[in-house]
């Protein structure tokens, strides 16, 4: 079945310097999603990607997704206290009983260092 | 207005027991999902429902059952629960199935002593 991999799984970082999560599916996606949970919360939708090799920006956050439509990347810029939390992709992709199926990645932890 | 809510929030039982979660959104929203997190913080997709039908079910034991009687409702019984079943349960809804923005309930943490 379709396997959703991040890498990296744990990242900490200091206040202000970049961050970068990376995507990998096992097979080719219709679409990918990135969805940002904090401590103690629950999965909050960013963005959605549909396009080879679309970028999307959001203030500080960028979003790529690959020209072969498997991979994706999310890169946030000069990090705040409050980017701190779990990011996770979700691809779009396979099909069960004529329904899209969506799988959520392992997701990355963001430690921010004040 | 909580447009994905889940009750309880907590659950604490013990081995064995049957306990059930509700899940209800307001948004008109056609497919609603099960998934679980782990303490690893893995999350996994369980059931996808669309209109009241299963549509996705990714090989849970059959101790799971979900249930929807209207399209804006998907509750999860569980029977004989074990220790493994421990975990946060998170409902979602998104108006397709597959594409476009799940949004999240704010999960029922249950923990099986």
């Known amino acids: 079945g379709q396997q959703v991999m991040q890498i990296p799984q744990y990242q900490h970082v200091q206040e202000g310097e970049d961050f970068t999560t990376y995507c990998n599916s096992s097979?080719?996606?219709?679409?990918i999603q990135w969805y940002k949970q904090r401590p103690g919360g629950h999965p909050v939708f960013l963005i959605q990607?549909?396009?080879?090799?679309e970028v999307k920006k959001q203030k500080r956050l960028t979003f790529q997704f690959g020209e072969a439509k498997k991979n994706s990347s999310l890169h946030i810029t000069a990090t705040q206290t409050t980017d701190v939390g779990t990011y996770f992709c979700?691809?779009?992709?396979?099909?069960?009983?004529?329904?899209?199926?969506?799988?959520f990645g392992t997701g990355t932890k963001l430690q921010v260092i004040p | 207005d909580t447009a994905v809510s889940q009750t309880p929030k907590y659950l604490v039982t013990q081995m064995g027991n049957d306990k059930s979660i509700k899940c209800e959104q307001n948004?008109?929203?056609?497919?609603m999902y099960w998934y679980k997190q782990d303490s690893k913080k893995f999350l996994k997709i369980m059931f996808s429902?669309?209109?009241?039908?299963?549509?996705i079910n990714e090989t849970v034991p059959n101790r799971f059952s979900p249930k929807s009687p209207d399209k804006a409702h998907l509750n999860l019984h569980i029977n004989s629960l074990e220790l493994g079943d421990s975990a946060v349960y998170f409902c979602a809804s998104s108006q397709v199935t597959g594409r476009g923005e799940q949004y999240f309930g704010p999960g029922t943490r249950l923990t099986v002593t």
């Open positions: 097979t080719t996606l219709s679409n």
């Open positions: 429902y669309n209109n009241k039908e299963l549509i």
């Open positions: 948004l008109g929203h056609d497919t």
């Open positions: 990607l549909v396009k080879s090799g």
């Open positions: 979700a691809g779009g992709g396979g099909y069960s009983g004529g329904y899209q199926k969506v799988t």
